[in-house]
């Protein structure tokens, strides 16, 4: 016979047959004792959940006798856990609007070159077949990417020269995978039927003291380590307020590069558009289904690595503030369960008296403490869901404290988002906080001596 | 010979406050018979309520040997001891001290649901011995709402729900007036001469001391005088009488029909 079934059939007949509506919620669920069918049936007789309820009544009908007192508890767990919430969305929300601004803007999530390129880009180190990139992408269910042909360069103008990183995009596709289109201030972005067209940085132009339509001439080597020249015309200018972008960057049609370095079909860099959360899986994908070919399939952080880090650091400060305010939460709450204990030493020594353990007086002020917690906790992720939810709908603007542009890959409206794993983290830290703030004054209630308590409480 | 409820053999107790001590009993040797209505006198600071704790388990001792109900307390644990107080002794203190969250009969039905009982029969119990100490009216009542002596009764009825042996009220009518206290007492008498429950009574009111089946007078932590039966004169027989509003020829007639019904069943432990 199962456990299940031999518990639930030493379920008491007379509890069965009582009425619910005339019970409390609790009892009832107490006495059900096949609903606690994973404990033993020694563990869970009658006997043990009549204590059980009954410490628990005690410790509900304590909380609600000093309502007052539980109601300011609460609210300052809740307060503090809505405003950690808040915190979290407002940081996950900053991350997300600079990470995103940070791939969108020129780099992407992923990668692909040949091994080496990404620490000397030079032609040579073009990847020869394409195609077979390509084919993984589409394996890999891919269809956000762009090719690139990147190399360095020199730009020169009527007045003076400046080195440049000249980068060859495929127009059409890169849209799908950045927004370097959005970021012209001056001018438009290239146009497929673009030939010898280019787009230089802000400061780059200012150096070069050139304007639109001026022309540029652009010095090279081709993927023979020859000289190559061509002239181009400035068509647009970058003004994104990121020095990254503004500065040593020139941008033309891919055609355009492969034909003036003489690299036909050949690219050197492959962008990949992708989710945050996807792109590890892809590339360990990637790396699977390329493995033969030399290939680096570089996420943005193995690139970037600063820019994890500085979000590895912001949070870190979240945690610090984390501890703050479970140190606050901890402080009060051991006060008020400090108070109740002390309040209560009389009546404890008196329950003792009467046949209560200190195990159960324990237990009882540890159920007050959980409770506490557990109601604390549900009112701030109320409160904290609902301001992460509306000021994410709406956005927060910081254009005041950053200026109407971007500066740090960061735009001036910020709408907050809340993950799971953080409200996770928060609520049950909190939670094990209010518990642990139960656990002193449990302990020292435990160890009163009944006459003494009696007499000196 | 009946086996004694209660057997206490060269008991000694000290206080100490720093380094000075203070002995609160001194070679106390006492036996309390089952059924015995007995209490303890003495002046403020005598050793009275020590005696009741450390009968109750409640209190250590320096040296002596005490048992209650056969079993050695004293070399019991703290777990043993808060399981033997909840099967066999029932308390009422002075100052009342139910649990002020509950009503009245959840008071009395919590000592039952410690034990073990399903809520409901806790609560039958309850009303049960709250209609025996006559305010079963007002069971669903919150202690802040009854008088002092409504929240003795309530104590009386949680010393008897539990069904134990021996009870023991340290200055059980302190805080009630003269005729609560009376009252109470004569409760307290009838409910001893019904059920057999042993009842060891401390307190220095006069009106207990008459009502007392034997008197252990203490003094400066010692047993000076001990009385199986207290001699009482036809005033303390009137004055203790639960039916003081009669004529004193009738409270009288009355009384004595009780005392002799009382000293028939005399020798009858348990009469549940």
Redesign the interface.
């Given at each position: 016979m199962s456990r299940w079934r031999t518990i639930s059939l030493t379920r008491p007949r007379e509890n069965s047959a009582t009425p619910l509506r005339k019970r409390c919620l609790l009892c009832y669920i107490l006495e059900r004792r096949d609903l606690f069918y994973f404990f033993p049936g020694e563990l869970m007789s009658l006997s043990t959940t009549t204590v059980a309820h009954t410490i628990l009544t005690v410790a509900l009908r304590n909380l609600l006798t000093h309502r007052r007192r539980t109601l300011l508890t609460i609210g300052a767990i809740a307060v503090g856990l809505a405003s950690l919430i808040f915190l979290w969305g407002f940081n996950e929300g900053l991350h997300r609007n600079m990470l995103g601004n940070f791939q969108k803007a020129i780099i992407g999530s992923i990668q692909i070159h040949r091994d080496g390129f990404f620490q000397h880009p030079e032609l040579s180190k073009s990847i020869t077949n394409p195609s077979r990139v390509v084919d993984s992408l589409h394996q890999a269910g891919i269809s956000d990417y762009s090719t690139r042909l990147e190399s360095f360069a020199l730009a020169a103008s009527d007045f003076t020269t400046q080195g440049v990183m000249l980068i060859g995009m495929d127009p059409v596709r890169e849209g799908r995978v950045t927004e370097l289109a959005k970021r012209i201030g001056i001018g438009r972005f290239l146009a497929p039927e673009d030939e010898y067209a280019l787009i230089l940085g802000a400061t780059t132009a200012n150096n070069l003291q050139i304007r639109l339509g001026d022309e540029v001439i652009i010095i090279g080597y081709d993927r023979y380590g020859a000289m190559v020249a061509e002239s181009f015309t400035l068509i647009g200018i970058i003004t994104s307020g990121e020095m990254g972008l503004d500065k040593g960057m020139a941008i033309t049609s891919l055609a355009t590069l492969q034909e003036m370095m003489d690299l036909n079909d050949r690219v050197t860099t492959f962008v990949i558009s992708s989710d945050e959360r996807n792109i590890p899986s892809l590339v360990s994908e990637l790396e699977h289904s390329l493995q033969d070919e030399s290939l680096e399939v570089m996420p943005w952080y193995t690139m970037f690595p600063v820019m994890k880090e500085w979000v590895t650091l912001h949070n870190g400060f979240l945690y610090l503030f984390l501890g703050v305010v479970l140190f606050i939460v901890l402080a009060g709450e051991l006060n008020t369960m400090l108070i109740s204990m002390l309040e209560r030493t009389r009546e404890f020594g008196v329950l003792m008296a009467i046949g209560t353990t200190g195990y159960q007086i324990a237990g009882m002020l540890l159920i007050e403490a959980a409770v506490i917690g557990i109601a604390g906790i549900i009112f701030g992720i109320i409160l904290g869901y609902a301001s992460v939810f509306f000021t994410g709908l709406y956005g927060i603007d910081l254009s005041i404290l950053l200026g109407s542009t971007s500066r740090f890959y960061v735009d001036p409206l910020i709408h907050p988002h809340l993950k799971l794993d953080h409200l996770g983290i928060t609520s049950g830290v909190i939670f094990i906080a209010s518990l642990i703030a139960g656990i002193y004054p449990a302990w020292r209630a435990s160890l009163l001596q009944p006459v003494e308590a009696i007499r000196n409480g | 010979m009946v086996k004694p409820i209660i057997s206490i053999r060269e008991l000694h107790k000290c206080y100490w406050v720093g380094t000075m001590p203070f002995p609160a009993l001194h070679g106390i040797n006492l036996d309390i018979k089952p059924g015995e209505f007995a209490v303890v006198a003495g002046r403020s600071g005598s050793g009275k309520s020590t005696l009741l704790?450390i009968i109750?388990a409640?209190?250590s001792v320096d040296n002596g040997n005490v048992e209650v109900l056969g079993h050695d307390i004293l070399n019991m644990n703290?777990?043993l001891r808060?399981?033997f107080?909840?099967?066999n002794i029932?308390?009422v203190?002075q100052a009342y001290?139910l649990?002020?969250?509950?009503t009245a009969r959840e008071n009395v039905a919590?000592?039952c649901?410690?034990?073990?009982?399903?809520?409901?029969e806790?609560l039958d119990i309850a009303n049960h011995w709250l209609h025996e100490v006559e305010i079963g009216h007002l069971g669903y009542r919150r202690p802040d709402q009854l008088s002092g002596g409504q929240q003795q009764r309530v104590a009386v009825a949680?010393a008897l729900a539990?069904g134990p042996k021996l009870i023991l009220a340290d200055e059980p009518t302190a805080n009630l007036d003269s005729m609560t206290g009376r009252h109470l007492i004569n409760l307290m008498h009838e409910l001893n001469q019904r059920l057999g429950t042993t009842f060891l009574i401390s307190s220095h009111d006069p009106d207990v001391k008459r009502a007392a089946g034997r008197l252990i007078k203490l003094a400066d932590g010692q047993i000076v005088d001990s009385w199986d039966e207290v001699p009482k004169t036809p005033q303390s027989l009137a004055s203790s009488c639960p039916t003081s509003h009669l004529p004193l020829k009738e409270r009288l007639r009355k009384l004595l029909y009780q005392r002799r019904k009382a000293r028939a069943s005399k020798g009858k432990v348990d009469h549940r």
């Open positions: - | 704790n109750g409640l209190e703290r777990d808060t399981q107080r909840l099967r029932g308390f203190f001290n649990i002020r969250v509950f919590y000592v649901q410690l034990q073990g009982k399903s809520r409901k806790s949680r539990s």
